[in-house]
Protein backbone atom coordinates (compact mmCIF):
# COMPACT_ATOMS: atom_id res chain seq x y z
CA UNK A 1 0.00 0.00 0.00
CA UNK A 2 0.93 3.45 -0.44
CA UNK A 3 -0.61 7.38 0.12
CA UNK A 4 -0.49 10.59 -1.36
CA UNK A 5 -1.39 13.58 0.48
CA UNK A 6 -3.66 15.78 -1.86
CA UNK A 7 -3.95 20.07 -0.40
CA UNK A 8 -6.05 22.96 -1.76
CA UNK A 9 -9.24 21.57 -1.29
CA UNK A 10 -12.51 23.07 -1.15
CA UNK A 11 -14.42 22.52 2.07
CA UNK A 12 -17.40 21.11 0.49
CA UNK A 13 -20.20 18.70 1.74
CA UNK A 14 -19.47 16.07 -0.87
CA UNK A 15 -15.65 16.71 -0.80
CA UNK A 16 -15.39 13.32 0.29
CA UNK A 17 -17.14 11.67 -2.25
CA UNK A 18 -16.00 13.30 -5.11
CA UNK A 19 -12.76 12.82 -4.15
CA UNK A 20 -13.60 9.29 -3.66
CA UNK A 21 -14.24 8.88 -6.99
CA UNK A 22 -11.64 10.85 -9.08
CA UNK A 23 -8.98 8.67 -7.06
CA UNK A 24 -10.82 5.41 -8.13
CA UNK A 25 -9.70 6.32 -11.48
CA UNK A 26 -6.11 5.37 -11.04
CA UNK A 27 -6.97 2.47 -8.71
CA UNK A 28 -8.30 0.14 -5.50
CA UNK A 29 -8.85 3.41 -2.77
CA UNK A 30 -8.73 1.43 0.52
CA UNK A 31 -8.55 4.18 2.76
CA UNK A 32 -9.59 8.46 2.43
CA UNK A 33 -9.90 10.58 4.88
CA UNK A 34 -9.99 13.99 5.09
CA UNK A 35 -9.65 17.11 7.39
CA UNK A 36 -9.18 20.62 7.77
CA UNK A 37 -5.98 22.39 7.04
CA UNK A 38 -4.59 24.20 10.42
CA UNK A 39 -4.43 27.69 8.83
CA UNK A 40 -6.90 29.10 6.41
CA UNK A 41 -10.12 27.63 5.32
CA UNK A 42 -9.10 25.04 3.02
CA UNK A 43 -8.67 20.96 3.61
CA UNK A 44 -6.55 17.91 2.96
CA UNK A 45 -6.89 14.61 1.73
CA UNK A 46 -4.44 11.78 2.74
CA UNK A 47 -5.57 8.84 0.25
CA UNK A 48 -4.22 5.09 0.35
CA UNK A 49 -4.17 2.79 -2.26
CA UNK A 50 -3.91 -0.57 -2.57
CA UNK A 51 -0.97 -1.02 -4.90
CA UNK A 52 2.58 1.88 -4.84
CA UNK A 53 1.81 1.86 -9.13
CA UNK A 54 -1.78 3.30 -8.36
CA UNK A 55 -0.60 6.13 -6.17
CA UNK A 56 1.97 7.11 -8.58
CA UNK A 57 -0.47 7.05 -11.44
CA UNK A 58 -2.47 9.55 -8.92
CA UNK A 59 0.14 11.45 -8.00
CA UNK A 60 1.53 11.81 -11.47
CA UNK A 61 -2.23 12.96 -12.92
CA UNK A 62 -3.33 14.84 -10.21
CA UNK A 63 -0.93 17.42 -9.35
CA UNK A 64 -1.00 20.85 -10.40
CA UNK A 65 -4.65 20.43 -12.03
CA UNK A 66 -7.54 22.47 -11.18
CA UNK A 67 -10.69 20.74 -10.99
CA UNK A 68 -13.74 22.40 -10.37
CA UNK A 69 -15.62 19.64 -8.35
CA UNK A 70 -12.47 19.92 -6.08
CA UNK A 71 -11.06 23.25 -5.72
CA UNK A 72 -10.61 26.79 -7.44
CA UNK A 73 -7.11 26.45 -7.26
CA UNK A 74 -3.85 24.30 -8.48
CA UNK A 75 -4.26 21.12 -6.57
CA UNK A 76 -0.76 20.08 -4.35
CA UNK A 77 -0.25 16.24 -4.41
CA UNK A 78 2.72 14.79 -2.94
CA UNK A 79 3.45 11.49 -1.46
CA UNK A 80 2.92 10.62 2.25
CA UNK A 81 4.74 9.11 4.61
CA UNK A 82 3.42 8.23 8.31
CA UNK A 83 5.40 10.15 10.69
CA UNK A 84 7.52 8.24 12.86
CA UNK A 85 6.36 7.46 16.83
CA UNK A 86 6.81 9.46 19.24
CA UNK A 87 9.45 7.44 22.17
CA UNK A 88 7.40 6.97 25.53
CA UNK A 89 8.01 9.21 28.13
CA UNK A 90 9.36 6.15 30.46
CA UNK A 91 12.94 6.79 27.86
CA UNK A 92 15.93 6.42 30.28
CA UNK A 93 17.83 9.33 28.33
CA UNK A 94 18.63 10.96 32.01
CA UNK A 95 20.45 8.11 33.13
CA UNK A 96 22.00 6.82 29.85
CA UNK A 97 22.83 10.03 27.89
CA UNK A 98 26.55 10.80 28.43
CA UNK A 99 26.96 13.80 30.77
CA UNK A 100 27.70 17.36 28.79
CA UNK A 101 30.86 19.14 29.65
CA UNK A 102 30.30 22.37 31.18
CA UNK A 103 30.76 25.34 29.73
CA UNK A 104 32.42 28.50 30.54
CA UNK A 105 30.58 31.12 30.23
CA UNK A 106 31.32 33.66 32.56
CA UNK A 107 34.20 35.98 32.50
CA UNK A 108 37.24 36.37 34.46
CA UNK A 109 36.15 39.32 36.27
CA UNK A 110 32.85 37.43 37.66
CA UNK A 111 34.91 35.05 38.76
CA UNK A 112 36.27 37.92 41.12
CA UNK A 113 35.21 38.00 44.96
CA UNK A 114 31.96 40.58 45.60
CA UNK A 115 33.21 43.62 47.50
CA UNK A 116 33.77 43.79 51.05
CA UNK A 117 30.99 46.64 51.88
CA UNK A 118 28.28 44.69 49.96
CA UNK A 119 28.31 41.35 51.40
CA UNK A 120 26.85 38.43 49.29
CA UNK A 121 23.52 37.43 50.19
CA UNK A 122 20.00 35.95 48.16
CA UNK A 123 17.58 38.81 47.57
CA UNK A 124 14.14 38.65 46.03
CA UNK A 125 14.83 41.70 43.78
CA UNK A 126 17.25 39.99 41.32
CA UNK A 127 19.56 37.58 43.75
CA UNK A 128 23.44 37.89 42.69
CA UNK A 129 23.05 39.87 39.47
CA UNK A 130 21.28 42.38 41.68
CA UNK A 131 23.79 42.13 44.35
CA UNK A 132 26.76 42.76 41.49
CA UNK A 133 24.71 45.44 39.43
CA UNK A 134 23.98 47.46 42.96
CA UNK A 135 27.56 47.05 44.02
CA UNK A 136 28.69 48.76 40.29
CA UNK A 137 26.28 51.37 40.66
CA UNK A 138 27.42 52.64 44.26
CA UNK A 139 30.88 52.82 42.67
CA UNK A 140 29.88 54.70 39.49
CA UNK A 141 27.68 57.13 41.74
CA UNK A 142 30.76 57.49 43.77
CA UNK A 143 33.24 58.43 41.14
CA UNK A 144 30.69 60.67 39.63
CA UNK A 145 29.84 62.23 43.07
CA UNK A 146 33.93 63.24 43.93
CA UNK A 147 34.28 64.50 39.97
CA UNK A 148 31.22 66.78 40.62
CA UNK A 149 32.99 67.68 43.59
CA UNK A 150 36.53 68.54 42.10
CA UNK A 151 34.94 70.61 39.24
CA UNK A 152 32.64 72.42 41.69
CA UNK A 153 35.36 73.32 43.68
CA UNK A 154 37.97 74.15 41.06
CA UNK A 155 35.00 76.26 39.11
CA UNK A 156 34.56 78.39 43.08
CA UNK A 157 38.46 78.74 42.83
CA UNK A 158 38.78 80.49 39.13
CA UNK A 159 35.60 81.31 37.45
CA UNK A 160 35.86 81.81 34.08
CA UNK A 161 35.94 85.47 32.61
CA UNK A 162 35.29 86.43 29.00
CA UNK A 163 37.49 89.27 27.80
CA UNK A 164 37.08 92.16 24.97
CA UNK A 165 40.25 92.26 23.22
CA UNK A 166 40.25 95.46 20.41
CA UNK A 167 42.23 97.17 17.69
CA UNK A 168 43.23 93.63 15.91
CA UNK A 169 44.90 94.32 12.16
CA UNK A 170 43.52 92.12 9.60
CA UNK A 171 46.74 90.22 9.68
CA UNK A 172 45.57 88.39 13.35
CA UNK A 173 44.36 84.96 13.32
CA UNK A 174 42.27 82.69 16.08
CA UNK A 175 45.69 80.52 15.90
CA UNK A 176 48.59 83.78 16.97
CA UNK A 177 45.39 85.06 19.58
CA UNK A 178 45.53 81.74 21.22
CA UNK A 179 48.97 82.16 20.97
CA UNK A 180 49.45 85.13 22.97
CA UNK A 181 46.49 84.22 25.22
CA UNK A 182 47.57 80.77 26.38
CA UNK A 183 50.73 82.48 28.13
CA UNK A 184 47.82 83.42 31.37
CA UNK A 185 46.04 80.47 31.13
CA UNK A 186 43.41 77.92 29.29
CA UNK A 187 41.75 79.53 26.55
CA UNK A 188 38.09 78.24 26.91
CA UNK A 189 36.61 79.50 23.94
CA UNK A 190 37.88 82.14 21.37
CA UNK A 191 35.82 83.98 18.37
CA UNK A 192 37.41 86.50 15.82
CA UNK A 193 34.91 89.00 14.52
CA UNK A 194 34.88 92.51 12.04
CA UNK A 195 34.59 95.55 13.53
CA UNK A 196 31.04 97.02 12.29
CA UNK A 197 32.84 100.75 12.23
CA UNK A 198 36.06 99.67 10.59
CA UNK A 199 36.49 97.19 8.23
CA UNK A 200 40.55 97.21 8.37
CA UNK A 201 40.34 96.40 12.73
CA UNK A 202 38.82 93.37 14.33
CA UNK A 203 37.68 92.29 18.16
CA UNK A 204 37.66 88.79 19.76
CA UNK A 205 36.07 87.79 22.55
CA UNK A 206 38.14 84.99 25.13
CA UNK A 207 37.17 83.24 27.43
CA UNK A 208 40.04 82.99 30.39
CA UNK A 209 40.42 81.62 34.08
CA UNK A 210 39.91 84.31 36.35
CA UNK A 211 43.30 84.09 37.91
CA UNK A 212 44.63 84.62 34.04
CA UNK A 213 42.04 86.72 32.86
CA UNK A 214 43.05 89.56 35.50
CA UNK A 215 47.05 88.98 34.48
CA UNK A 216 46.44 89.75 30.44
CA UNK A 217 44.41 92.67 31.79
CA UNK A 218 47.39 94.39 33.07
CA UNK A 219 49.77 93.45 30.92
CA UNK A 220 48.35 93.59 27.60
CA UNK A 221 45.83 96.18 27.71
CA UNK A 222 47.66 99.24 25.89
CA UNK A 223 50.66 97.30 24.80
CA UNK A 224 51.49 97.42 21.06
CA UNK A 225 52.16 93.62 19.96
CA UNK A 226 52.51 93.96 15.88
CA UNK A 227 51.57 89.90 15.21
CA UNK A 228 47.95 91.42 16.22
CA UNK A 229 47.62 95.25 16.27
CA UNK A 230 49.94 95.94 13.60
CA UNK A 231 51.51 99.90 15.00
CA UNK A 232 48.61 100.07 17.60
CA UNK A 233 48.15 100.02 20.88
CA UNK A 234 45.54 96.90 21.86
CA UNK A 235 42.49 97.09 24.29
CA UNK A 236 42.31 94.42 26.36
CA UNK A 237 38.92 94.74 28.87
CA UNK A 238 36.33 92.77 30.65
CA UNK A 239 33.48 92.30 28.01
CA UNK A 240 29.83 93.97 28.75
CA UNK A 241 28.22 90.64 28.13
CA UNK A 242 30.00 88.54 30.99
CA UNK A 243 28.83 92.08 33.64
CA UNK A 244 25.31 91.97 32.65
CA UNK A 245 24.20 89.38 35.26
CA UNK A 246 26.10 91.06 37.62
CA UNK A 247 25.05 94.67 36.63
CA UNK A 248 21.12 93.23 36.51
CA UNK A 249 21.56 91.84 40.00
CA UNK A 250 22.60 94.89 41.15
CA UNK A 251 20.24 96.81 39.40
CA UNK A 252 17.11 94.35 40.63
CA UNK A 253 18.82 95.00 44.28
CA UNK A 254 18.94 98.33 44.27
CA UNK A 255 14.81 98.84 43.31
CA UNK A 256 14.25 96.42 45.70
CA UNK A 257 15.53 98.28 48.42
CA UNK A 258 14.12 101.75 46.99
CA UNK A 259 10.83 100.05 46.77
CA UNK A 260 11.07 98.18 50.94
CA UNK A 261 12.36 102.04 51.70
CA UNK A 262 9.21 103.72 49.89
CA UNK A 263 7.19 101.34 51.66
CA UNK A 264 8.49 101.47 55.21
CA UNK A 265 8.43 105.61 54.42
CA UNK A 266 4.38 105.04 53.52
CA UNK A 267 3.34 103.09 56.44
CA UNK A 268 6.03 103.45 59.33
CA UNK A 269 3.23 102.66 62.20
CA UNK A 270 2.25 99.89 60.59
CA UNK A 271 3.41 96.49 62.48
CA UNK A 272 4.80 93.31 60.79
CA UNK A 273 2.21 90.30 60.61
CA UNK A 274 4.96 87.75 60.59
CA UNK A 275 8.35 87.56 62.59
CA UNK A 276 9.69 87.82 66.38
CA UNK A 277 8.23 90.55 68.73
CA UNK A 278 9.42 92.66 71.44
CA UNK A 279 7.41 90.96 73.94
CA UNK A 280 8.89 93.15 77.14
CA UNK A 281 6.13 94.94 78.98
CA UNK A 282 3.21 92.99 76.96
CA UNK A 283 0.24 92.07 78.80
CA UNK A 284 -3.55 89.82 77.92
CA UNK A 285 -6.24 90.20 79.41
CA UNK A 286 -7.46 86.46 80.01
CA UNK A 287 -10.97 84.85 80.34
CA UNK A 288 -11.31 85.57 84.03
CA UNK A 289 -10.70 89.35 83.76
CA UNK A 290 -7.21 88.73 85.21
CA UNK A 291 -3.74 90.22 83.14
CA UNK A 292 -1.08 88.29 82.22
CA UNK A 293 2.37 88.56 80.67
CA UNK A 294 3.19 86.85 77.74
CA UNK A 295 5.53 84.20 78.13
CA UNK A 296 8.04 82.58 75.59
CA UNK A 297 9.16 83.91 72.52
CA UNK A 298 6.46 86.05 70.43
CA UNK A 299 6.10 85.67 67.25
CA UNK A 300 3.48 87.80 64.38
CA UNK A 301 1.36 85.39 62.79
CA UNK A 302 -1.34 86.05 60.63
CA UNK A 303 -2.60 88.92 62.88
CA UNK A 304 -1.66 86.99 66.37
CA UNK A 305 0.76 86.74 68.52
CA UNK A 306 1.94 83.07 69.11
CA UNK A 307 3.88 82.47 72.22
CA UNK A 308 4.11 79.52 74.95
CA UNK A 309 1.19 81.92 77.46
CA UNK A 310 -0.86 82.38 78.98
CA UNK A 311 -3.79 79.61 77.67
CA UNK A 312 -6.23 81.01 75.19
CA UNK A 313 -8.72 79.63 73.05
CA UNK A 314 -6.85 80.42 70.36
CA UNK A 315 -4.56 77.55 69.12
CA UNK A 316 -1.40 77.65 66.60
CA UNK A 317 -0.69 74.05 65.55
CA UNK A 318 2.50 73.61 63.42
CA UNK A 319 4.27 70.50 61.60
CA UNK A 320 0.96 69.72 59.99
CA UNK A 321 1.61 67.44 56.52
CA UNK A 322 0.36 68.55 52.80
CA UNK A 323 -1.65 65.60 52.77
CA UNK A 324 -4.16 66.61 55.95
CA UNK A 325 -7.53 68.20 55.54
CA UNK A 326 -9.17 71.13 58.16
CA UNK A 327 -11.56 67.52 58.64
CA UNK A 328 -9.01 66.09 59.71
CA UNK A 329 -7.40 68.03 61.87
CA UNK A 330 -11.00 68.94 63.91
CA UNK A 331 -11.29 65.33 64.09
CA UNK A 332 -8.04 64.94 65.88
CA UNK A 333 -8.57 68.29 68.17
CA UNK A 334 -12.06 67.14 68.94
CA UNK A 335 -11.39 64.67 71.31
CA UNK A 336 -10.16 67.07 73.77
CA UNK A 337 -13.20 70.06 73.39
CA UNK A 338 -15.24 71.82 70.89
CA UNK A 339 -13.88 73.23 67.81
CA UNK A 340 -15.04 76.14 66.23
CA UNK A 341 -13.31 77.14 63.08
CA UNK A 342 -10.01 75.75 61.67
CA UNK A 343 -7.85 77.42 58.97
CA UNK A 344 -4.54 75.77 57.34
CA UNK A 345 -2.19 77.71 55.62
CA UNK A 346 1.01 76.63 53.59
CA UNK A 347 4.03 77.20 55.85
CA UNK A 348 6.50 79.66 54.30
CA UNK A 349 9.20 78.13 52.18
CA UNK A 350 10.25 77.12 48.61
CA UNK A 351 8.85 73.52 48.26
CA UNK A 352 8.35 73.46 51.68
CA UNK A 353 5.43 70.50 51.79
CA UNK A 354 4.28 71.52 55.87
CA UNK A 355 1.25 73.46 56.75
CA UNK A 356 0.10 75.52 60.04
CA UNK A 357 -3.14 75.42 61.37
CA UNK A 358 -5.37 78.29 63.44
CA UNK A 359 -7.37 76.30 65.36
CA UNK A 360 -10.22 78.25 67.47
CA UNK A 361 -11.15 76.13 70.52
CA UNK A 362 -14.67 76.42 72.95
CA UNK A 363 -12.32 77.63 75.86
CA UNK A 364 -8.71 78.13 77.04
CA UNK A 365 -8.70 74.91 79.21
CA UNK A 366 -9.78 72.80 76.59
CA UNK A 367 -7.37 74.79 74.41
CA UNK A 368 -4.82 73.48 77.20
CA UNK A 369 -5.88 70.51 77.57
CA UNK A 370 -5.13 69.65 73.74
CA UNK A 371 -1.86 71.24 73.83
CA UNK A 372 -0.63 69.11 77.18
CA UNK A 373 -1.89 66.19 75.21
CA UNK A 374 -0.70 66.79 71.19
CA UNK A 375 2.55 68.17 71.68
CA UNK A 376 5.35 66.23 70.13
CA UNK A 377 3.08 64.33 69.49
CA UNK A 378 3.09 62.12 65.42
CA UNK A 379 -0.38 61.56 64.72
CA UNK A 380 -0.32 59.37 61.73
CA UNK A 381 -3.40 61.24 60.21
CA UNK A 382 -2.24 64.52 59.83
CA UNK A 383 2.16 64.43 60.64
CA UNK A 384 4.60 63.54 57.74
CA UNK A 385 7.47 62.65 60.11
CA UNK A 386 7.49 65.55 61.93
CA UNK A 387 5.59 65.77 65.45
CA UNK A 388 3.11 68.40 66.27
CA UNK A 389 3.99 71.80 67.62
CA UNK A 390 1.08 73.49 69.78
CA UNK A 391 1.68 77.19 70.70
CA UNK A 392 -1.33 79.88 71.98
CA UNK A 393 -2.24 82.33 69.81
CA UNK A 394 -3.67 85.66 71.14
CA UNK A 395 -5.98 88.54 68.90
CA UNK A 396 -4.31 92.05 68.82
CA UNK A 397 -6.94 93.83 70.55
CA UNK A 398 -6.48 91.73 73.74
CA UNK A 399 -2.94 92.68 74.17
CA UNK A 400 -1.43 95.65 75.85
CA UNK A 401 2.25 97.03 77.09
CA UNK A 402 3.09 98.39 80.30
CA UNK A 403 -0.11 98.98 82.35
CA UNK A 404 -2.48 100.33 79.07
CA UNK A 405 -5.59 99.12 78.30
CA UNK A 406 -5.63 96.58 75.59
CA UNK A 407 -5.80 97.88 71.53
CA UNK A 408 -9.47 97.09 71.06
CA UNK A 409 -10.02 99.09 74.74
CA UNK A 410 -8.19 102.19 73.12
CA UNK A 411 -9.34 102.15 69.71
CA UNK A 412 -13.01 102.36 71.62
CA UNK A 413 -12.13 105.04 73.46
CA UNK A 414 -10.52 107.43 71.03
CA UNK A 415 -13.64 106.64 68.91
CA UNK A 416 -16.05 107.89 71.74
CA UNK A 417 -13.20 110.85 72.41
CA UNK A 418 -13.80 111.97 68.45
CA UNK A 419 -17.57 111.24 68.27
CA UNK A 420 -18.16 113.67 71.68
CA UNK A 421 -15.81 115.76 70.48
CA UNK A 422 -17.63 118.19 68.29
CA UNK A 423 -21.23 117.70 70.71
CA UNK A 424 -18.38 119.33 73.42
CA UNK A 425 -17.32 121.79 70.94
CA UNK A 426 -21.20 122.68 70.30
CA UNK A 427 -21.66 123.01 74.35
CA UNK A 428 -18.76 125.58 74.89
CA UNK A 429 -19.72 127.69 72.24
CA UNK A 430 -23.26 128.18 73.46
CA UNK A 431 -21.89 128.41 76.93
CA UNK A 432 -20.10 131.16 75.54
CA UNK A 433 -23.08 133.11 73.74
CA UNK A 434 -25.29 132.87 76.51
CA UNK A 435 -22.40 134.60 78.85
CA UNK A 436 -21.51 136.74 76.67
CA UNK A 437 -25.73 138.15 76.22
CA UNK A 438 -25.39 138.48 80.22
CA UNK A 439 -22.75 140.61 80.11
CA UNK A 440 -24.35 142.55 77.50
CA UNK A 441 -27.56 142.55 79.59
CA UNK A 442 -25.85 144.20 82.51
CA UNK A 443 -23.97 146.14 80.40
CA UNK A 444 -27.04 147.37 79.78
CA UNK A 445 -29.25 147.66 82.61
CA UNK A 446 -26.43 149.83 84.16
CA UNK A 447 -26.28 152.61 81.69
CA UNK A 448 -30.03 152.90 81.79
CA UNK A 449 -29.79 153.44 85.39
CA UNK A 450 -27.54 155.81 85.57
CA UNK A 451 -28.98 158.10 83.07
CA UNK A 452 -32.09 157.85 85.12
CA UNK A 453 -30.33 158.54 88.31
CA UNK A 454 -28.70 161.59 86.72
CA UNK A 455 -32.11 163.14 86.00
CA UNK A 456 -33.74 162.49 89.43
CA UNK A 457 -30.89 164.28 90.85
CA UNK A 458 -30.80 167.16 88.18
CA UNK A 459 -35.08 167.38 89.56
CA UNK A 460 -34.42 167.22 93.04
CA UNK A 461 -31.65 169.53 93.29
CA UNK A 462 -33.61 172.17 90.64
Known amino acids: MASIWIGNLRDTKSLESDLSAICSRYGQVEDLWVSRAPTGPDCFAVATF ?43 WRRDAPAAPQQRWAD ?14 RTFGGGWAAAMAAAEEAEEEEEYEDEEEEEEQDDEWDPLVELWV ?29 APYDRSLQYAMIKLPASGAERALQEL ?8 SGGVELIVKQSKRSLKPLLRWQQEQQRWQAAAAQRAARAPAQPNNRGPVDAEGLEVACEDGSMAPLQGAVRRIKHLFVCEGPPSRMLWVGSIGGHATVADVMALLRRYGAVHRV ?6 GY ?16 AERARSALQAVED ?77 NTSSGS
Open 380 to 456: EDICDSKPLKLRYGWPPHLVMRGGRPPAGQRQQQQQRQQAAGPARGAHASGAARAAAARRDGSTSSGSRNTCSGGRG
Open 343 to 348: KLQPAP
Open 221 to 228: NGLIVYEL
Open 166 to 194: GNLCNEATRLSLRRAFELFGEVESLTLHR
Open 50 to 92: ASPAAAQRAQEALAGQVLPALTEKTLKVREWTERPERPSQAAT
Open 351 to 366: QNTFQFGLVEMGSAAE
Open 108 to 121: AEDELPLPQYLPPR
